[in-house]
């Protein structure tokens, strides 16, 4: 995703008015930072971009989950349900607090399957975190709606959607709970950060002690402070959030390229026999930071996926053999594999995923190709890109 490529001018001012002052740490020293207050500033206005009351800035995506997470409550037992598509962040931070991740099926939305949440829960179950894969969004309201029915906490996920609305509502608002990531692929960057949003006081509180190792941040002594709770160390520097702060007013510029250049792509390969596209839940707009399409059988999608590469076009992702992304490379979980020993309440209480059937997952990721979309493609970049996505993709059908 395009942060990257975009950094210039307005980040490098940003970031040498923290190096003037030589205060690179979010908190404290009032007197020395000329009043500059980076971090502060980029949570204000992120929170106002993303229409909620409340913006924590944390040291990464990851970071965001797991504070995400704490603040929510969760900790020894508590089981969080999440899709067998996303991020390894998703269950990291999930066993990070000692909670247990349970996978369910992803559906044509390559997002997480609302009837198979609903048949997860038991009565551990606490939090539901749907992941906005690849820029567009689960089904939201059916997510809320068996939240609400069971008491469950809806935490979003939206490191890969930042932009992309549900009703009228930035991802990550929609729920108790949203998170985004700003490391150097994101949308924007601050080159390793994240956030957590949420309109609800509680939360936002316990967010903003828990990733400053409990401190209450209540007067201007940062050694006299007190801890209510434990926390951990998840701060953001200000070096780091000077730079978001210039990227965040690029935002709107950054969708509106991409919309440009998937439509283009979209078009020239829509009309192919057999080329169908991820479905948007209804009410949902992407933030058009990848083109995801599908392919009859497994066989074609592979062979398009060669053909593509053959031909020279770039950044086109086969999740279902990646790493990073999918179940499938997921050995590590499956087998608990962990440095230290695990917690018991994960030992005893997660699935056998080596035995779980995720074959509907299977069904929808062994036909998914996902076509990063760039914002420096000249216009006459994108169009040979479209002729030979096409040509590349007809050749195998
Ligand atoms: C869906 C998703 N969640 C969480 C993360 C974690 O973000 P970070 O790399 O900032 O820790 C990523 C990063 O790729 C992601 O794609």
């Known amino acids: 995703m395009p942060g990257f490529e975009i950094f210039g001018a307005e980040e490098r001012k940003q970031v040498n008015e923290v190096l003037e002052t030589g205060i690179l740490m979010r908190y404290g020293f009032d007197g020395m930072r000329n009043n500059t207050w980076k971090a502060k500033e980029f949570e204000n206005a992120f929170a106002q971009r993303m229409g909620v009351s409340h913006c924590q800035l944390v040291s990464s995506g990851t970071a965001a989950l797991t504070v995400a997470l704490a603040a929510a409550g969760i900790g020894a037992g508590d089981e969080v349900i999440m899709p067998t598509f996303t991020f390894v962040a998703s269950f990291e931070s999930i066993l990070a607090l000692g909670a247990v991740p349970i996978l369910v099926d992803i559906d044509d939305t390559l997002t997480m399957n609302p009837a198979a949440v609903e048949a997860a829960i038991t009565p551990h179950t606490r939090c539901v975190m749907p992941v906005h894969m690849c820029g567009s969004m689960a089904d939201l309201r059916a997510l809320k709606a068996i939240c609400d029915k069971h008491g469950l906490i809806l935490l979003e996920d939206a490191c890969q959607a930042l932009g992309a609305t549900y009703d009228g509502k930035a991802l990550g608002s929609y729920g108790d709970l949203g998170c985004f990531s700003f490391d150097f692929v994101k949308t924007i960057t601050c080159g390793e950060g994240g956030a957590v949003i949420t309109n609800n006081e509680k939360y936002a509180l316990h967010a903003d002690h828990y990733q400053d190792h409990g401190h209450d941040h209540i007067g201007n002594d940062r050694g006299a402070e007190s801890h209510p709770f434990l926390g951990y160390n998840f701060r953001i520097s200000e070096l780091n959030a000077a730079v978001g702060v210039a990227q965040l007013q690029k935002l709107d510029g950054i969708l509106k390229t991409q919309k440009e250049n998937y439509t283009i792509l979209r078009e020239a390969i829509q009309n192919i026999d057999g080329v169908t596209f991820r479905r948007v839940p209804e009410g949902g707009e992407e933030n058009y930071s990848f083109l995801n399409f599908f392919l009859p059988t497994e066989e074609m999608t592979k062979r398009a996926h060669a053909a593509l590469a053959d031909a020279g076009v770039d950044a086109c992702f086969y999740w279902y053999t990646n790493n990073w992304h999918y179940i ?12 230290g020993r695990l917690p018991k309440e994960i030992r005893t209480q997660m699935q056998d995923l080596n035995k779980t059937d995720f074959s509907k997952s299977d069904a929808v990721m062994s036909r998914t190709i996902s076509s990063l979309i760039k914002i420096g493609w000249t216009g ?7 002729t030979a996505m096409r040509m590349a993709i007809a050749s195998v059908i």
């Open 328 to 339: 499938n490379g997921w050995g590590h979980l499956k087998n608990q594999k962990s440095l």
């Open 380 to 386: 006459k970049q994108v169009k040979e890109r479209a």
